[in-house]
């Protein structure tokens, strides 16, 4: 039995063997011969030397040259294949001679000869042109994205009863909506699905007006996108620098009072929200952070760590929360059992 495991043993040492040895690689170079003996010369050869052989094979083997000696078809085929061989392995050598010596002297770093190799043949491109492309087709996806999520929450809206129906009273007050009465006169020159498109397009014109729409479904603009937040970086830079060094001799130097915007700027920062979402929460909610000082990091850590008490007494009063601890205390996904 063990003379079967060694004699297994030693086959596959033989694979491996001749797996790491094996040199050439198709595709790459002169393929699976070696460029030196498709010229007919040696490693040590000069450049010269080969320049000299190169040009005779060449000449010899060039399809015009073998025309005028009156060559048959096959023949030509066949010098035109191998004037393509000599020409590739005479390239090598001219232009590569390092790579090419270092790729028959290392086999086993396949990977590193098989970038070398695919380095020369990538054109070269310029750095500038690739990042102009880059950055303006992320402008493009950026505004793009937005503006669909943008539609989609418009036309949710469009078809929720809710902001219809205040649409539909908008335009009623402004005297923009047609009557029964007068889409019957209309209807001699539009038709039925005319006369909805102009409803449809005059309720959303509202909706857009009136919605007051943030987050990741407000409307885009183009000062949003890559390119124009790069263009004014300087702008931002010095408003943050300005801001910054006001608040400092303000509040830190001079001791001044707190203002609303400053109050309001470092609520938001302690409760975690950015600026410009102060405006969604209700106005009870702003009376209760102003009364309870949440400028104060003290206070916030407070009301903060309230909430998340009373979140968890929720939780825990939760009739689904109840039925999945109950199934997770009976094995949750990974029980097992006999039972049906």
């Not at 129906?165 to 908008?170: F, H, L």
Request: hydrophobic content about 35%; proline content about 2%.
């Amino acid at each position: 039995m063990w003379k079967k495991w060694t004699i297994g043993w030693f086959i596959a040492a033989m694979l491996c063997t001749c797996i790491a040895g094996q040199q050439l690689v198709p595709g790459m170079y002169c393929g699976l011969e070696n460029c030196y003996d498709v010229l007919g010369v040696v490693s040590s050869s000069s450049k010269s030397e080969i320049s000299r052989v190169y040009r005779k094979l060449a000449r010899n083997s060039h399809p015009d040259y073998l025309r005028s000696h009156g060559a048959s078809k096959q023949e030509i085929e066949a010098g035109v294949e191998k004037f393509h061989r000599l020409s590739a392995a005479y390239e090598t050598l001219k232009d590569s001679r390092e790579e090419y010596d270092y790729y028959l002297q290392h086999p086993e770093e396949y990977y590193y000869n098989y970038y070398r190799y695919y380095k020369h043949k990538m054109p070269n491109v310029d750095v500038r042109v690739v990042l102009f492309g880059t950055i303006t087709a992320i402008s493009i996806f950026q505004y793009i994205s937005w503006m669909t999520s943008y539609n989609t929450a418009i036309t949710y809206m469009m078809h929720q009863s809710k902001y219809r129906n205040a649409a539909k009273e908008e335009a009623k007050a402004r005297g923009l909506w047609i009557d029964k009465s007068e889409q019957k006169k209309q209807k001699r020159f539009k038709s039925k699905e005319e006369l909805k498109q102009d409803e449809d397009n005059l309720l959303r014109n509202i909706i857009e007006e009136k919605m007051d729409i943030r987050g990741g479904y407000q409307k885009p603009q183009y000062t949003d996108v890559l390119w124009m937040q790069l263009f004014l970086f300087p702008y931002y830079l010095f408003k943050f620098m300005s801001f910054h060094s006001l608040w400092i001799y303000n509040y830190t130097l001079m001791k001044k009072d707190y203002s609303d915007d400053a109050k309001i700027y470092l609520i938001c920062k302690n409760i975690g929200i950015k600026s410009v979402q102060w405006d969604i929460h209700t106005d009870a909610e702003k009376r209760v952070y102003m009364q309870r000082k949440l400028w104060v990091k003290a206070n916030a850590q407070e009301y903060i760590h309230e909430k998340q008490e009373e979140a968890k007494v929720k939780m825990a009063e939760d009739p689904k929360m109840k039925r999945y601890r109950r199934w997770m205390n009976k094995g949750g996904p990974g029980r097992m059992t006999f039972e049906d």
